[in-house]
C-alpha cells in the first residue's frame, strides 16, 4: 500500500517563475491537506481539500497560492510569482473520511533564488 | 500567545534513557491529540493518537493528555539513537474535518 507521494522531491525557480507541486494521497483517501514548513517553525496549515472541492483555505496567503484536487489526478499546489520568503519545504498530508489522523508525504523542498 | 507551545530544545540523553516531551495549549476546545516523529529533511509519521484525557501507551511510547492543565506529554523509554528526530505535537478540534495544529516540534538526540 503505498503511502502519499509527493513531486517533486527538490524543486528549484527563480524569482517570478511558478512553481507547481503535485501530491497523490494514499489509496482510498479523498481528504487532503497542504502544509508549509520553514526553518525552526513547525508545519503550518495552509488548506484542506476534498475532491473537487475546497474545504478549509483559512491558511493560504491570499494572493499568489492556489490549490485543487480534481476527481481525477493528483492534488496541486499553485504558487504563481515565486519569490524568495516561498521558499520552504510543503508537506502533503492525506486522511479517509471521518478520521483525523493523516499521514504526510516526504515534502517538496522549494528554493527560490 | 500561541495556540500551541513546545519547547524546541534540542534535547540530547544518552541511550537508555527515559526522555519526556511536553506540550502546552491554549484553545480548550481541542479534544484530539496526537506526536508525530519527523526525521531529518522527511516527513512527519504519526507516533501517536489520543482523543480527549487520558494515557495511552504503545511500546515503549507512552502519551499522556491532561486537558485541565492544557498539558500534553510523551514518554518515551529505553530511548535508542534511532529515536533521535523531531518530535511535533498537534491537536485538533471536535468537528467533523480538523484542521490540525502543530507546535514547532523538539529536536531529540540520543546519544550512544
Known amino acids: 500500500n503505498a503511502g502519499v507521494m509527493q513531486n517533486p522531491r527538490h524543486l528549484v525557480r527563480r524569482r517570478g517563475q511558478e512553481a507547481r507541486l503535485r501530491c497523490s494521497p494514499m489509496?482510498?483517501?479523498?481528504?487532503v491537506y497542504w502544509y508549509r514548513q520553514l526553518p525552526e517553525e513547525g508545519l503550518k496549515f495552509m488548506v484542506y481539500?476534498?475532491?473537487?472541492?475546497?474545504?478549509?483555505e483559512s491558511g493560504m496567503p491570499k494572493e499568489r497560492f492556489s490549490a485543487e484536487f480534481p476527481k481525477e489526478g493528483p492534488s496541486i499546489l499553485r504558487i504563481q510569482q515565486v519569490v524568495r520568503g516561498d521558499s520552504a519545504a510543503y508537506f502533503c498530508?492525506?486522511?479517509?473520511?471521518?478520521?483525523?489522523?493523516?499521514?504526510f508525504g516526504p515534502g517538496t523542498r522549494l528554493t527560490v533564488l | 500567545q500561541k495556540e500551541v507551545e513546545q519547547d524546541p530544545g534540542p534535547l540530547s540523553v544518552p541511550e537508555g534513557a527515559i526522555v519526556s516531551l511536553n506540550c502546552t495549549y491554549s484553545?480548550?476546545?481541542?479534544?484530539?491529540f496526537m506526536w508525530y516523529r519527523q526525521y531529518s529533511r522527511k516527513g512527519p509519521e504519526l507516533l501517536m493518537y489520543?482523543?480527549?484525557?487520558g494515557n495511552k501507551e504503545d511500546g515503549r511510547f507512552t502519551a499522556q493528555v491532561d486537558k485541565s492543565s492544557k498539558y500534553i506529554s510523551l514518554f518515551i523509554r529505553d530511548s535508542q539513537p534511532s529515536d533521535s528526530a523531531t518530535y511535533l505535537c498537534?491537536?485538533?478540534?471536535?468537528?467533523?474535518?480538523?484542521?490540525?495544529?502543530f507546535g514547532p516540534g523538539t529536536s531529540l538526540s540520543v546519544i550512544p
Open positions: 498530508a492525506s486522511s479517509p473520511a471521518r478520521y483525523n489522523e493523516q499521514f
Open positions: 489509496k482510498g483517501h479523498s481528504h
Open positions: 481539500l476534498q475532491k473537487e472541492n475546497i474545504i478549509d
Open positions: 484553545n480548550s476546545a481541542f479534544q484530539y
Open positions: 489520543t482523543y480527549s484525557s
Open positions: 498537534a491537536m485538533s478540534l471536535k468537528t467533523s474535518y480538523d484542521k490540525v495544529i
